[in-house]
Structures are given as structure tokens and as C-alpha cells.
């Protein structure tokens, strides 16, 4: 048996199907899609000097942020006020014995009613003053320290002004010292020494 083919008429198929020309049909081909790049690394991928930097970086940066950002405050301080001093001034004192008697033994300023007073064999009286030395007010506490030579017989104590002392002011008092061994008639010099309390 033989098989016919037929066919339909030659220009109803160039109808149907128009050819077109290359370059046409070669614009209107989609790409394909390529695999996207990675914009970042894994840390497996770094080099060490890579690596070595980030972490100097991240340690560095953001100490670099912060004193820039202190020393802004600063400069924007210190543009718009005057510095001023953040310690406040204290007072000094100066410190003798009354009736100018020295800190040393003295015949005429040591012994009854001077400036050192053997009270017992136990206790010395003294009688000292203070004087501001500085220019602003201040509450002195002074220690007052009683020894002979050898440092074998000695006493200290300390005695405090209830109320603040004016620049160039002078507050006299007495302190009944203890001294060791009851050593007071062996005690040979004093040291006053006052502070702020």
C-alpha cells in the first residue's frame, strides 16, 4: 500500500510560518541566568594577613571613635568656657609655741606656767598656736607630737578646731599629752604639725 502525503499549497505555509532574520532572532533570545556572585568570603577564605587585619580593625575602630568622640566634647568645652582650676585652694597653717618659746627644751619657756608644762611624770601640757597662712578660711587639725632625743619617751595627739579659722587668723590652745614611761619631765622637743580636717 502506498502512502500519499499531502501537503498544503506552499504559500498558506510561508503565511503561517514567517522566518526571521538572524540578528532579530538572535536579540530576542533570553540570556541565561548566571550564578550570582558571592560579594563576601567565608573566614576559611581569607588569607592570615587578611584576617589579622579585620581583627586589628574591630579592635581599633571603635577605640578610635571614642576618643574622638571625648576629645570632641572637650575641645567644644574648653572653645566656649574658660578653664577654670578643679582643685579648690585649701588652707596652710604655720604653727609655734606660745610666747615664741622654741620647739626645743628652753629653761625660760619649759616648766611651769610656759609654754611646755610638766603636769604628772605621766602628762605634758602644751601650749601652742596656729595661723592661717593662706588666703581662703579653714578648720585646722593639728597633731601634736612629744618626744625626748632617744625616742624613748614620746606622746601624740591630736586636736581639732570646732570652728573655721579666717586667712591670716591665729587660734591659740592647749593639749594634755600621755608620754610613755611616765617620761614627761625627759621630753626634750615638740612638733605641731596642722592640716584641714
Known amino acids: 500500500m502506498s502512502a500519499t502525503l499531502h501537503l498544503a499549497p506552499r504559500a498558506t505555509y510561508l503565511h503561517h510560518a514567517r522566518m526571521r532574520p538572524y540578528n532579530e532572532v538572535f536579540s530576542m533570545e533570553q540570556p541565561k541566568p548566571n550564578k550570582p ?6 573566614w576559611s577564605e581569607y588569607s592570615r594577613g587578611e584576617k589579622t587585619v579585620i581583627v586589628l580593625a574591630c579592635l581599633i575602630l571603635p577605640l578610635c571613635g571614642l576618643i574622638a568622640i571625648r576629645s570632641g566634647n572637650n575641645s567644644s ?5 574658660t578653664p577654670t582650676s578643679t582643685t579648690t585652694p585649701t588652707a596652710t597653717y604655720s604653727t609655734a609655741l606660745q610666747s615664741n618659746c622654741p620647739m626645743t627644751f628652753d629653761d625660760s619657756c619649759w616648766g611651769t606656767y610656759g609654754s611646755v608644762e610638766t603636769i604628772n611624770p605621766a602628762d605634758l601640757r602644751i601650749f601652742a ?6 588666703t581662703v578660711s579653714g578648720t585646722p587639725n593639728c597633731t601634736i607630737d612629744a618626744e625626748d632625743t632617744g625616742y624613748n619617751y614620746h606622746g601624740v595627739d ?6 573655721p579659722l579666717q586667712p591670716s587668723g591665729v587660734w591659740n590652745f592647749s593639749d594634755d599629752l600621755t608620754i610613755t614611761n611616765q617620761g614627761s619631765q625627759y621630753v626634750t622637743q615638740v612638733h605641731i604639725k596642722c592640716d584641714n580636717s
Open 37 to 42: 556572585k558571592r560579594l563576601t568570603k567565608t
Open 77 to 81: 568645652t574648653n572653645s566656649t568656657t
Open 129 to 134: 598656736q596656729a595661723t592661717n597662712t593662706s
Open 158 to 163: 591630736v586636736i581639732k578646731r570646732t570652728s
